[in-house]
């Protein structure tokens, strides 16, 4: 049996109770960790900037709204209940024409505009 006495009271995390924490967009929240990887919350609307991510693959999972991910190919829409793994080093551009909210996975560390820079970059590892 794992000691127990020092851990935290189980609790759900809920992405509606989380996501009502906050208004701003362009700047994901931490909501948990699992080993390397952290869960973020985010609320977008409009364009963002070209990037990539030369480390590591992103994936994005739609909880409310439609997202567009734009290629330098091609895109794809995800509406509520849809996901996709954008690969890593694949340039990419997430367009929300309405508000979308979502939840991305990827590594600790991870910029939200990769190593492009400029005002759209958030602050990191803001949990919530
Ligand atoms: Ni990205």
Redesign the pocket.
Known sequence: MPDMTKSKKPASINFDQKLSLFTDHWSPKVIAEMNDYQFKIVKIKGDFVW???ADTD?TFIVLEGILRIDFRDGAVTLKEGEMYV?PKGVE?K?YAENEVKMLLIEPKGVL???HEGGDRTAVNDVWI
């Open positions: 990037h990539d991510h992103e954008v990419h997430p939200n505009t990769g």
